[in-house]
C-alpha cells in the first residue's frame, strides 16, 4: 500500500471557522509533510514531522497548527483564517527525513476561506 | 538557500514529438534530483529521481533525464509523446543530508491527438 489519504477532499470555511485536515499513512513512514499548493503554483513546503515530533515549520503563521497523534496520522488545524489561505494543502510521507527518501503525495484538500 | 527554475511554464506538443523540459538548480552543496508529474486531477507522482552514479536516470513512462553537474541541470525527455502524457511536470531538488523538497515552478505540457 503506496496511499497517502486525506480528508476531506473539499472545505468551504469562513474566517472565524475551526477546522481540521487530516492525513493518514499505512506505509510505516516515519516522516511526514505538509505542503501548500496555489493555483498554477509549485507546492511549496509547510511542515515536516520526523518521527512524531515537529521538525520544521517554514514560518508558517500560527493560524496553521500541526500535529502528529501518532505515526500514521498528520493533522492541519485551521484557526482565524485568511482568503488568501485558499490552497491545494497536500500531505506527503517519506520513510525518513534524515535521509532522501521519495516522498509520497495524497490528493490534497481543496480549502477555500470565504 | 536552493532554487529551482524550469524554463517553459507552457509546452504544447502533438503525439509522437519529442518532448524535453528544462530544470536548472542553485545550491552550494550536493543535490538530489527529481521529476513529479501531475496529471489533471491526480495527485503528485515521482516519475525519476537522481541520487548518484549513473547521470542518465531512467524512469517510468518512458520518460528520462540527464543531471549534468556542471551546467546545474536535469532536463526530463520523452521520445514520443502520448496524448495521456498531458500534465503538469514538476522539477524538485532536496540537498544531499535531508528531506526537504524544494520545487520548480512547473511546466503545463498539453499533448494534442
Known amino acids: 500500500d503506496t496511499e497517502v489519504t486525506q480528508t476531506p477532499k473539499h472545505l468551504v470555511m469562513g474566517m472565524t471557522n475551526k477546522k481540521s485536515l487530516k492525513c493518514e499513512q499505512h506505509?510505516?513512514?516515519?516522516?511526514m509533510y505538509w505542503y501548500k499548493q496555489k493555483a498554477k503554483k509549485p507546492p511549496e513546503l509547510m511542515f515536516v514531522y520526523s518521527y512524531e515530533k515537529l521538525s520544521i515549520n517554514e514560518s508558517v503563521p500560527s493560524r496553521f497548527s500541526p500535529e502528529c497523534p501518532n505515526s500514521s496520522l498528520l493533522n492541519l488545524h485551521l484557526h482565524a483564517l485568511q482568503p488568501e489561505d485558499s490552497a491545494l494543502y497536500l500531505c506527503?510521507?517519506?520513510?525518513?527525513?534524515?535521509?532522501?527518501?521519495?516522498?509520497?503525495f495524497g490528493p490534497g484538500t481543496r480549502l477555500t476561506v470565504t | 538557500a536552493q532554487s529551482v527554475s524550469q524554463h517553459n511554464h507552457h509546452v504544447i506538443l502533438s503525439e509522437a514529438a519529442s518532448l524535453e523540459l528544462g530544470c536548472n538548480y542553485s545550491?552550494?552543496?550536493?543535490?538530489?534530483l527529481f521529476w513529479y508529474v501531475q496529471y489533471p486531477g491526480q495527485h503528485l507522482q515521482l516519475l525519476l529521481k537522481y541520487f548518484s552514479g549513473d547521470p542518465l536516470v531512467k524512469g517510468i513512462k518512458g520518460f528520462e533525464a540527464e543531471f549534468i553537474k556542471s551546467k546545474f541541470s536535469f532536463n526530463l525527455r520523452k521520445p514520443s509523446v502520448q496524448w495521456s502524457d498531458t500534465a503538469e511536470y514538476f522539477c524538485a531538488v532536496t540537498p544531499a543530508a535531508g528531506n526537504k523538497l524544494t520545487f520548480g515552478g512547473g511546466t503545463r505540457v498539453l499533448v494534442k491527438p
Open positions: 506505509m510505516g513512514h516515519r516522516a
Open positions: 506527503a510521507s517519506s520513510q525518513d527525513h534524515r535521509e532522501v527518501y521519495e516522498q509520497y
Open positions: 545550491y552550494g552543496g550536493t543535490v538530489n
